[in-house]
């Protein structure tokens, strides 16, 4: 199938592109066979040359959402839009790897991460003319540490150590937490803690959750919608506040942006190379190679906010209680050829639970290499003893196990089909559920399937993500590991708590082995040639600093 | 006649509230309540907040008192709440059934002219060979999935020849071709049924009676065959209100239009138990309403059906 990648003429893509049309059911087995070779990925070409002023964006996402509260649920359709129409008080800058000013001009915590001190920028408004002040800070800190209750919003899982908030001066707040927390600053870089006008605050669930009644300090203002079908942003000319490393400290470029939303994955390479859309997310390995040799762009935005695609392990069923077995499946992965066969150039292997540019990131690829033969000797170890099928079994139980996932990702399902294969040469039979968003509504509170399949926003450290009992990853609160999380969360000092967090991956992925790690997270854009446009580290489109060359 | 009404009517409405009572058991069914199933999608969320929201939205109470306040509520066209959004489930639904119902109400006209339209052909044609090709449209129809012919034709008229755009945009064939899409498949089930149906008519004697009398071939097809054929096409309309249904949110889907499609397709990712248990009613009504309306009109369309006892549908008489 490498041979038909490698081949640009038209007219064999275009009959490949019907095929894939046809085959839609069975797209993972294409995205299998074809998935390689797609080379030609080209960066982001921004900053190339002076950006022009004016025009409008269209931006393709992938499904229609009417939920745009702050903080609720995280999806990346609802983080994507709100990120241009929210501010934060702090914004992570993926290139240095630090928090930087953004609506707060300075913060600095308290020696033990108890009290954490803002100065906000002056003259913010939000775009109903509320002034951005310390007291609209507080009433959002309120609103995210506690949620609104009158409103039944909840709150922000990232703030589960606030306490209360303070205003000093106009332009001071000072936060109290219940306990240190180490993460609460970068938590405040968030989409979900994105600062919204204290009007907003006062409308009901409904209310907050429309996107024409969400009034932000944002570079971009609601001014339309169709309901399902797109949402229209103008840029907010009086725009000055941008994080400090943003290139364009003013109004954005862009005289407007128009969502719109593609859910039909076969479309949105097409629609990009046919110039109907300048930016889509969402775009398939298998037609990276098409987009980027017409003359158009593949722009991977790495998820360094998020954890890496993992297999979480839930122990429930009992044929995971022991860790070696846990070792052996982590081994028994061969990342590399997952990268080949299924993946492409946009994809990068996982080398721990966090992505490669996070902080405090420590690269455990050597431990995570192949190595079938120690995976069978640590299943010898643990008792489970080849069958005459090949399947291993102990005290009369087949080593077979359920893997879950929602349909989210477009290369979830054929990455389980080729760990099913990888597997089966150890003794271990998957069972492979992902892509069934059926089976996941049951699934995913079972603690007997095996694996869920996922990755996730982690503002707050590892701890939220893997620590509490009802954490939808493991479904088991392990000892150790919260105490390992409650250290790290109390670490007061920066080194510390950068030792402590490097502890937490190796506890997770390779003595405990409770996260197969698979690659780190992206998510890929194909944009229109002349389209110019980078990605927070939250793989949110900053279309702020976007610009196109034909305006 | 009034009792006959009266009868279908009250049987149509026990079957409404059998299946929202099947909808409502299928839902406690579930591990964990629709509020726990609906958080849990996203990172772990504490127990109070769980249960705080379980409060609000009364999934604490014990489930006889659940079932008869959400039933009350429906009969007040309350369906509960998005927990998505925070929307009533009726409101959100209400706002986009009308793209939907465009969509497939225009399919629906579609499929009935097309159907007609190959039968008509079909029979009417002298050609041997025109009628074998046109008597094959429909199973090939049947054969082509909905969103298959939507991908192709959007290819082709969107992405390689730039007449029409990906997205809805009011324009002719924004609506025209998805209308195609979806009425070319509703088509194929009600053609074949009226094309076996027109051949049992054609076997009968009072045709040759009719031939004799010096009708011509057309008089006889729209006139006599078509009447005393259309019953098990009726019966077949009815049913095929469900492919209406599933072919809506599938060519919605494709063509990135607003309705009933999307909403399907949201409630499912985002796991809102309540927004999806609404579709489902909704779904359930009208197969059941549709159908209602058929047996509606099968005493007119066969005046035997009244005088037999009015007991059963009218369908079991085999016309």
């Known amino acids: 199938m490498a041979i038909q990648e490698s081949e640009g003429s038209r007219a064999p893509r275009r009959v490949r592109r019907l095929q894939a049309a046809a085959l839609l059911g069975a797209a993972a087995l294409l995205l299998t066979a074809c998935g390689g070779n797609a080379g030609g990925t080209t960066q982001s070409a921004a900053g190339s040359s002076e950006p022009v002023k004016g025009g409008t964006l269209v931006y393709a996402e992938v499904t229609p959402i009417n939920n745009f509260q702050t903080q609720s649920a995280r999806f990346y359709e609802k983080a994507n839009v709100l990120n241009s129409v929210l501010d934060r008080l702090t914004y992570f800058d993926a290139e240095s790897g630090k928090l930087v000013p953004w609506i707060a001009s300075s913060f600095k915590a308290n020696g033990d991460n108890t009290e954490f001190t803002f100065d906000l920028k002056p003259g913010v408004t939000f775009s109903d003319g509320t002034k951005l002040d310390a007291a609209a800070v507080k009433a959002n800190l309120d609103a995210l540490g506690k949620g609104v209750e009158k409103a039944q919003i909840q709150p922000n899982v990232d703030f589960s150590a606030y306490k209360s908030a303070e205003v000093v001066d106009q332009d001071t707040v000072k936060v109290q937490l219940k306990s240190a927390d180490a993460n609460f600053l970068r938590a405040t870089s968030s989409v979900a803690a994105g600062l919204v006008s204290p009007k907003t605050l006062e409308l009901d669930n409904a209310g907050q959750s429309d996107i024409k009644q969400i009034s932000g300090s944002g570079p971009f203002v609601y001014e339309s919608e169709k309901p399902d079908e797109e949402v229209v942003l103008a840029k907010r000319a009086d725009y000055k506040w941008a994080p400090e490393t943003a290139k364009n400290q003013g109004a954005a470029y862009l005289d407007k942006v128009v969502v719109k939303y593609l859910p039909e994955v076969a479309h949105r390479a097409g629609a990009v190379q046919s110039g109907q859309v300048d930016l889509v997310r969402g775009l398939q390995p298998a037609d990276e190679a098409a987009v980027a040799s017409s003359g158009n762009q593949v722009l991977p935005a790495p998820g360094i906010d998020l954890t890496a695609n993992t297999a979480a392990v839930r122990i429930g069923s009992g044929k995971l209680a022991d860790e070696k077995v846990r070792r052996a499946l982590q081994v028994g992965i061969d990342r590399q050829a997952l990268k080949d066969t299924v993946l492409s150039d946009s994809y990068q292997i996982a080398g721990s639970i966090l992505n490669h540019k996070a902080p405090g990131f420590v690269d455990l690829s050597a431990d995570l290499a192949y190595n079938p033969e120690q995976a069978k000797k640590l299943l010898d170890e643990a008792g489970w003893v080849p069958g005459a099928d090949g399947i291993r079994a102990k005290d009369g139980r087949k080593l077979e196990v359920t893997v879950t996932t929602s349909n989210n990702s477009v290369v979830i399902k054929p990455a389980f089909e080729l760990i099913e294969q990888q597997w089966r040469a150890i003794g271990v039979k998957l069972v492979n559920r992902a892509a069934d968003n059926t089976f996941l509504a049951t699934a995913l509170q079972d603690p007997k399937v095996e694996f869920f399949g996922t990755r996730q926003f982690a503002y707050g450290g590892l701890g939220p993500v893997f620590g509490p009992e009802t954490n939808t990853q493991t479904l088991n609160a392990d000892k150790e590991l919260n105490a390992l999380f409650a250290d790290e969360r109390a670490a007061a000092d920066a080194d510390k708590h950068k030792e402590l967090v490097a502890e937490e991956q190796r506890a997770l992925v390779t003595d405990k082995a409770l996260a197969l790690v698979l690659w780190d997270e992206v998510q890929v854009y194909g944009a229109h040639e002349g389209t110019h446009v980078e990605f927070t580290s939250g793989t949110a489109p900053i279309f702020q600093g976007a610009w196109k060359a034909n305006g | ?319």
């Open chain 2, 1 to 319: 006649m009034g009792r006959y009404v009266a009868l279908r009517i009250g049987q149509a409405l026990l079957v409404v509230w059998l299946a929202y009572t099947v909808i409502f058991l299928a839902v406690q069914l579930l591990p964990g309540d629709p509020v726990t199933i609906f958080l849990s999608t996203d990172a772990a969320v504490d127990q109070a907040t769980i249960d705080n929201m379980k409060r609000q939205y009364g999934y604490d109470q014990p489930l006889p008192v659940q079932y008869f306040a959400q039933l009350g509520g429906l009969l007040h066209g309350d369906v509960g709440y998005s927990l998505a959004s925070g929307e009533p489930v009726a409101a959100r639904i209400g706002g986009v059934i009308g793209s939907t119902l465009a969509l497939a109400l225009s399919a629906f006209a579609t499929a009935v002219g097309l159907a007609l339209a190959v039968v008509a052909a079909a029979t009417l044609t002298r050609s041997a060979a025109l009628r074998k090709l046109l008597t094959n449209l429909p199973p090939l129809f049947a054969a082509v999935p909905v969103f298959w012919l939507g991908l192709v034709l959007l290819e082709l008229l969107s992405i390689r020849w730039g007449v029409m755009s990906l997205f809805p945009d009011g324009s002719f064939l924004s609506l025209a071709v998805p209308v195609f899409v979806l009425g070319v498949h509703v088509s194929a089930p009600i053609a074949q049924v009226l094309l076996k149906s027109i051949d049992t008519v054609y076997n009968q004697p009072f045709i040759d009676v009719l031939r004799a009398k010096g009708a011509s071939a057309a008089w006889i097809f729209f006139h006599h065959a078509l009447k005393n054929a259309a019953g098990p096409a009726a019966t077949i309309t009815g049913i095929t209100v469900g492919t209406l249904l599933a072919g809506s949110v599938i060519t919605e889907t494709v063509f990135a239009r607003s309705g009933l499609g999307a909403v399907v397709l949201q409630a499912v990712t985002t796991q809102d138990v309540p927004l999806v248990q609404g579709l489902v009613l909704l779904t359930a009504t009208v197969f059941v309403a549709v159908n209602l309306l058929v047996d509606l009109l099968y005493p007119l369309l066969d005046p035997r059906i009244l005088k037999s006892n009015g007991q059963g549908s009218p369908r079991a008489l085999g016309v």
